[in-house]
């Protein structure tokens, strides 16, 4: 059984890590890129229906995109991953968030019928590096903050051989 402290360790880095992903999204068009609206997307697709910024159907798509982000996915990284994959935290992390891209174009949006690789949506290329950039971002900040957090609480074993940087 897992120790409050250690599980605390990845639901911070996950909710952290799942803040900015989401803020990446929404953010994109500040940089002259394509903005996705992540919440509503799944919300739509979960309910069928339009998903407005602000309907219960998007508060839906943001709750799962916050519930798979913060408990799901670093319960996964931490217990399966991390142990296995070398280097530092922020990197591990980022082998995670490319594998986590991989699946959401190669499996997810096919799904979500936008296509193999977002290929049905406009401007996909661009909407590739969005996406690209914020499961990565997603992975180095969970990867920082979960080894950051469990140095601090006593290293776990697959810790052992890291150092702070």
Aim: hydrophobic share 55%.
């Amino acid at each position: 059984m897992m120790s409050p402290s250690k599980t605390g360790n990845f639901y911070l880095a996950g909710f952290l890590a799942t803040v900015v992903f989401t803020a990446i999204f929404y953010a994109a068009p500040f940089l002259k890129m394509p903005g996705i609206d992540i919440a509503g997307m799944l919300g739509e697709f979960i309910t069928r229906s339009p998903a407005l910024m602000g309907s219960i159907r998007w508060i839906l798509g943001l709750l799962l995109v916050f519930v798979t982000g913060t408990l799901v996915l670093p319960l996964i990284f931490s217990k399966l991953l991390y142990p296995r994959l070398p280097g530092p935290g922020w990197a591990k992390g980022m082998e995670w968030g490319f594998i986590l891209w991989l699946i959401a174009q190669a499996v997810i949006m096919p799904i979500m019928e936008m296509g193999f690789f977002s290929s049905k949506l406009p401007a996909s290329g661009r909407i590739l590096a969005v996406t690209l950039v914020a499961y990565l971002a997603y992975g180095a900040i969970l990867g920082a903050v979960y080894q950051a957090s469990a140095l601090r609480h006593g290293a776990s074993p697959g810790l052992r051989h890291v150092t702070a940087a």
